[in-house]
């Protein structure tokens, strides 16, 4: 089932990059999710640094960041280190938030590009889809955490 705005989100509890457990039940502030397709891909690339440049924005915002996708811990903490990621990367090797939140797949094998806003209470105020433009999940990220201030 393919979660949507005002949706409660399902409880999960996932290792990073540095082999730390990150819980949603543990929310203190707004959220920022991004499911992306793959680690040291162009458009991944380009979307994990979009959310590493304007990260302080994030912050004053009131939000946290997190990217998932289905890398291991490895491949996650290669990935941040290259490219000075500040902000966890979550790992989903099972897919299971990744088919939780009903991130749909792309032609039928590439895993989807999907951004959430949530707030502190776990509830989807925001959702963006485009597998293409990883840049524009950024800008959509910010808008919608203006308009929840």
Not at 39 to 66: M, N, Q, S
Request: charged share 25%; net charge positive.
């Amino acid at each position: 089932m393919k979660l949507k705005v005002g949706d409660q989100i399902p409880s999960f509890s996932l290792k990073d990059q540095k082999g730390n457990i990150r819980t949603s039940n543990n929310l203190k502030k707004s959220l920022v999710l991004f499911f992306y397709p793959k680690d040291d891909t162009p458009g991944c690339t380009i979307e994990a640094c979009g959310f590493r440049d304007k990260y302080d924005l994030f912050k004053i915002l009131g939000a946290e960041v997190w990217g998932i996708s289905n890398g291991s811990t490895q491949s996650h903490l290669g990935f941040a280190n290259k490219n000075k990621l500040q902000y966890p990367l979550l790992c989903d090797q099972n897919n299971i938030l990744r088919n939780q939140f009903g991130v749909p797949k792309k032609l039928g094998f590439i895993e989807g590009r999907v951004t959430y806003i949530i707030n502190s209470e776990g509830v989807i105020k925001h959702i963006f889809e485009d597998l293409l433009n990883g840049p524009a999940h950024i800008k959509e990220a910010i808008k919608a955490l203006k308009k929840l201030q």
